[in-house]
């Protein structure tokens, strides 16, 4: 033990101290709490040895009388007492599991957690479908660099599809009619997939690196307060009011060399497609430059896309079968993100009150969407489609909003569920530079196939007098209100 360590043990010799303060280890990137605890034992074991022979305190030449071999005794035992306290507190320091994404606000979080609160780390990245193996490998070494105990990659890409993809497509869930909440919905998955792991190994608490200005703190807060409110949930980001140098800047200082520059624009990516942030989405006359997005345009011209759907899902692509419906979304993605499709900026309605501003692309989320409308606009009925409207626009802001686990969210989907039965067929789409067109359907079960006219042209199903009928009847309540209420006509003046 070093010498200059805090405050001396009254009955150790005179080159044991007692330390007051934790040291952080110089050869690592964790605080060492264990170290301190290892110091104690050591300097206990010390005492013990010095007890069990001759107290340090009395001259060797001198007798050992009874009352020494008293006080050796006592001092053992007080001894073996101190040294289960310590053995206690080595191994029950808390533990929190972070939502880790291997970017600036939870790198911080990772280091700070670990190194100035001393917590075990337990890093859990769920992953939503946007990150490649290369990619889950850099960021569990980041983890680890970092100072976690642990890390793990919680694949939760094929329970967000079930539970909440399919239903976005089905309700042609499009925010504002632009955005395809990527990453509105995403978030409320990687929540339950950190609350479960939390729970599996006894974590006292859990943490994310929002910040106190956005929707994902609403989204992870809520979600691990329903599924486990006996969970403590940190929030370092967000309580200490960090700024993104600040946290820069820490790093740094504890040894943490990265490319920072990558870390301009805030990107998170997934299955369902990526939000991007910086500088220009903060300021409503700017945009977002080129090399802010993650996919570049990599081809000219033109090419076509067909898109095939079986109840709703999506069946094929190109006239390749799918059975995998994630691959296909993957494939489509893969179409549409070589023309740069997809772009665009969100501006909304926050949960917290204010409007944001964020940038996207989604090339397989549009294209899926607006296909998926054009083939229902051929086989619902006018109020099918009303309906399906009003309920896909309520689930939409529901997820958004960080309500998927209210009970509604059941309704809607199985009346989404049940409003596919017939939405099947193929949507052709002719696709270009930043841009598309839909091209048609063809469906077995589209309605403008039927033998009762073609609009505009033919009637089959009804004769001119059947018309005149028609009209003369469905014109009554109006009839009978403008009878009553203006013997004439409708003022023109309201």
């Known amino acids: 033990m070093s010498s200059s360590a805090g405050a001396r043990c009254p009955y150790a010799p005179t080159h044991i101290k007692l330390r007051r303060k934790r040291r952080r280890c110089p050869d690592a990137s964790v605080g060492c709490v264990t170290t301190q605890a290892s ?62 994404s291997g970017g600036l606000d939870t790198s911080f979080c990772a280091m700070y957690l670990a190194r100035e609160k001393g917590y075990e780390v337990y890093t859990a990245l769920a992953n939503t479908g946007g990150f490649s193996d ?79 200005a956005g929707n994902d703190q609403v989204r992870f807060d809520l979600t691990f307060n329903v599924l486990a409110p006996e969970i403590g949930i940190i929030t370092p980001t967000r309580d200490m009011t960090l700024t993104r140098e600040y946290e820069i800047n820490y790093l740094k200082e504890n040894g943490y060399e990265d490319d920072f520059a990558k870390m301009a624009y805030s990107i998170n990516k997934g299955l369902w497609g990526t939000s991007i942030g910086g500088c220009e989405t903060l300021k409503p006359d700017q945009t977002l430059p080129e090399e802010a997005y993650p996919s570049q345009l990599q081809v000219s011209g033109e090419a076509t896309l067909r898109i095939g759907f079986k109840k709703g899902e999506i069946s094929s692509v190109n006239g390749n079968h799918f059975t995998d419906k994630i691959a296909a979304i993957r494939e ?65 802001m529901f997820l958004h ?17 049940h409003s596919q039965e017939h939405v099947m067929g193929e949507v052709e789409i002719r696709m270009r530079p930043y841009g598309y067109t839909l091209v048609g359907v063809k469906s077995d079960h589209d309605l403008m196939k039927a033998d009762f006219g073609e609009y505009g042209e033919v009637s089959s199903a009804w004769t001119p007098e059947d018309v005149k009928g028609f009209t003369k009847i469905t014109a009554i309540p109006s009839r009978i209100f403008y009878n009553v209420n203006n013997p004439t006509q409708p003022d023109e003046s309201d």
């Open 401 to 417: 909003e960080a309500q998927y686990l209210e009970p509604v969210m059941r309704d809607m989907e199985a009346f989404l569920l």
């Open 39 to 100: 110091e104690i034992i050591e300097c206990l074991h010390t005492l013990s040895l010095s007890a069990g022979a001759r107290c340090h305190r009395v001259p060797a030449y001198m007798t050992v009388t009874h009352n020494t071999i008293i006080f050796s005794y006592t001092l053992y035992i007080l001894h073996c007492f101190l040294y289960l306290c310590a053995f206690c507190y080595l191994y029950t320091m808390k533990k929190v599991v972070l939502a880790f």
């Open 332 to 396: 489509i993605e893969r179409e549409g993100s070589r023309f740069a499709i997809g772009r665009d900026m969100h501006i909304g309605d926050t949960i917290i009150g204010i409007k944001g501003r964020v940038g996207f692309e989604a090339a397989a989320p549009l294209l899926i969407i607006n296909s998926h409308r054009m083939l229902e606009k051929h086989t619902l009925s006018k109020w099918q489609q009303y309906w399906k409207d009003q309920i896909g626009t309520w689930y939409g």
């Open 134 to 212: 290369a990619e889950l490998k850099r960021i569990e070494e980041r983890a680890y660099r970092l100072g976690a105990k642990r890390h793990v990659n919680l694949d939760v890409t094929e329970e967000y599809y079930e539970k909440s993809i399919r239903y976005m497509i089905f309700g042609n869930v499009l925010r504002n009619g632009t955005y395809p909440i990527s990453v509105s919905s995403e978030r409320i998955f990687q929540a339950m997939a950190i609350i479960r792991h939390a729970r599996e190994i006894g974590a006292d608490y859990v943490a994310h690196g929002s910040t106190g």
